[in-house]
């Protein structure tokens, strides 16, 4: 049996955005973008650095724990036990 690697990006909380920190990481699936804020080297000029990671699947904070199971979980059990 192949390994199989998902990632859930959890919802940014209340008080996160209250204190001032940015929600930085995109889901489209299979992968996920993080957006890393920057200066560039004089010190004034800010810049996004995006950095991808791909994986067998990728659920975004807007997606149920019902989905994630329907589509990563669900076909391995199914799997194991027929």
Same mark, same amino acid.
């Given at each position: 049996?192949?390994?199989?690697?998902?990632?859930?990006?959890?919802?940014? /909380?209340?008080? =996160?955005?209250?204190?001032?920190d940015l929600?930085?990481?995109?889901?489209?699936?299979?992968?996920?973008?993080?957006?890393e804020c920057? /200066?560039?080297?004089?010190?004034?000029?800010?810049?996004?650095?995006?950095? =991808?990671?791909?994986?067998?699947?990728?659920?975004?904070?807007?997606?149920?724990? =019902? =989905?994630?199971?329907f589509y990563?979980?669900?076909?391995?059990?199914?799997?194991? /036990?027929?």
């Open positions: 049996m192949k390994i199989s690697v998902c990632f859930k990006k959890r919802p940014i /909380f209340h008080h =996160e955005l209250a204190d001032g929600d930085i990481v995109s889901v489209a699936n299979p992968k996920i973008i993080v957006h920057k /200066f560039k080297v004089d010190g004034v000029t800010k810049t996004v650095d995006n950095s =991808e990671f791909k994986f067998d699947n990728s659920f975004g904070d807007d997606q149920t724990n =019902e =989905e994630l199971y990563q979980i669900r076909p391995i059990l199914d799997m194991i /036990f027929n």
